[in-house]
């Protein structure tokens, strides 16, 4: 009696066992269960907490979107931005996708799908200030968010050498917040962003007319997990067929902005 006692308590525990691993590994075929998100929650209107706290922006919207037409849950975690890729690769996240412009550096630690966004690294300066061309920079204070593509602009830029100081911040935010107060002179950002806070803050920037470098936003995925590469882009080319991602461009920038 107490030895077969032994073996259902071991057969239930195997049972048990199995099933949990089944519910982390998703569906019997493979498949996740859940897309865990990696976004920076301060870069509007790409990814933002709103009045209530809540995230929003394009791509929030657009990651749901995914999500339900692969069929699979979706949450996001705010992330630190300049450790996106380790987040990535150490599997606490499933995907980074917040205005993530495709370089050839991030090529070689990530896959990457195809490109559904274009942008422009822009120069934004109070609205009164005298900076009105990139030759006006020379001696300048000049900030933007750490480990940024804006870093990789102003970098790849024969300005980089004639201004004063470069000043890194965690998000865009933190970098106009020192514009308006004047501790910085001007600031390198995304054009999705800036077009954003300055509808938001009507008279309080400009941007010169010479941008810095034109870019692509992608999404993100580990290096090796092709199939969900595959699975999203399938996705993602589903939501431009029926008119969603026109739809939620639409909403969000006025005009249809999605790449097909």
Known sequence: ???LLAYI????????TLSACGNSNGSADGDQAKLVIGVDDKF????????NNELTGFDIEYAKAAGEAMGMEVTFQPIDWKTKETELSSGRIDLIWNGYTITNDRKEKVLFTKPYLEN????VTKADSSIDRLEDLSDKDVALQAL???ADALNGSPVRQTVKSITEYADNVLALTDLKAGRVDAVVIDEVVIDYYMAKEEGQFKVLDESLSSELY???VKKGNEALLDKLQNALNQLNDDGTAEKISQKWFGESKVLK
């Open 44 to 51: 509007a209107p790409m990814g933002f907490r709103d009045e």
């Open 9 to 16: 308590i071991i057969a239930s525990t195997l049972l048990i």
């Open 218 to 220: 992608g999404i993100g």
């Open 1 to 3: 009696m107490k030895k």
């Open 148 to 150: 940024s593509s804006a």
């Open 120 to 123: 422009e690294q822009v120069i």
